[in-house]
């Protein structure tokens, strides 16, 4: 699986990149889950820590704070993104350590 | 799904694939494939997805999506945990191993590395982390440094994919259409 790590970077590169319809800063907050306002910040905190409780109330007011469909998908996606990889860095980190240290 | 761009904003390309997979399965577009079809130039994860689940690994195909399962079963997925559920299931052709390990991982009759994996990704998924210890336990029930590293793959497309399941809202079909689509993923994979 020597592949994951590119296509992890790749990934990640393509959605915080220039492809996108929202701005960089704020897909780029939406991945860290960090420095959002109201009413995007519990969306996307949702999204990264419980997306099993987002419900469509959470949606409409983006939408009604003037954030487009496609702008939504983009900060969600990023905040799923964002949170995996976190988590998934932490374990390699954990395996490294516990590797080193047989 | 709660965003109307991922059932109806799809180019027509994609439209015509839909059309495709309806006619020759018989059965609706599940919600994952609109979500993988819809700006993959953007998302696009099924390469990533594809080479966690298929690419080459000690793990068999049958224990990568129980893993899938499992941790679906953390993120309370409930689309995700059907989808990999059935094709875990009709990889091993029985369903005992899948069931038991969904209702129990420390009682289920599964091989003792395997077990320690579930347990490493259920705390990974739960708690967001690990830490050295919980690593060292694993590797002490004889799962190799490589086959940890693949099944945290499977965690990271899986960690991925339930939160956006879930926070897109799929639709959980029947279990014809979730059985027609599991078969899909065992001949042609994620991408």
């Known amino acids: 699986m020597s592949d994951i790590r590119k296509l992890q970077r790749d990934l990640i590169a393509r959605v915080l990149g220039r492809g996108g319809k929202a701005p960089p800063a704020l897909r780029r ?5 960090a420095g959002l306002d109201e009413p995007l910040r519990t969306l996307i905190d949702k999204v990264a820590h419980r997306a099993h409780r987002v419900t469509d109330e959470d949606i409409a007011e983006v939408r009604a704070a003037g954030l487009s469909e496609d702008q939504i998908f983009e900060v969600m996606v990023c905040a799923a993104v964002g949170q995996a990889h976190r988590q998934h860095t932490a374990a390699l980190a954990a395996l490294t350590e516990a590797l080193g240290g047989r | 799904m709660r965003l109307e761009i991922l059932e109806r904003g799809h180019r027509l390309r994609s439209r015509a694939v839909f059309a495709l997979i309806r006619l020759m399965s018989r059965q609706p577009v599940v919600d994952a494939v609109k979500l993988a079809f819809y700006r993959p130039e953007f998302y696009g994860a099924g390469p990533l997805t594809h080479e966690a689940m298929r690419g080459p690994s000690e793990w068999s195909v049958g224990d990568r999506e129980l893993m899938a399962a499992f941790v679906s079963k953390v993120n309370e997925s409930p689309f995700c945990i059907a989808a990999h559920s059935a094709t875990s299931r009709i990889w091993y052709g029985q369903d005992l191993r899948v069931a038991a390990t969904l209702a129990d991982v420390t009682t289920a009759p599964i091989e003792e590395p395997l077990r320690a994996t579930l347990i490493l990704l259920g705390k990974l998924t739960r708690d967001h982390a690990i830490d050295a210890d919980a690593v ?15 099944a945290l793959a499977v965690c990271l497309a899986f960690n991925i994919t339930d939160r956006l399941a879930n926070a897109f809202g799929f639709h959980v079909p029947g279990p014809e259409a979730m059985n027609a689509g599991a078969r899909q993923l065992l001949s042609r994979g994620y991408r």
């Open chain 2, 136 to 150: 060292r336990a694993v590797l002490a029930a004889g799962v190799s440094p490589q086959q940890v590293e693949d």
């Open chain 1, 29 to 33: 907050a939406a991945f860290d889950n």
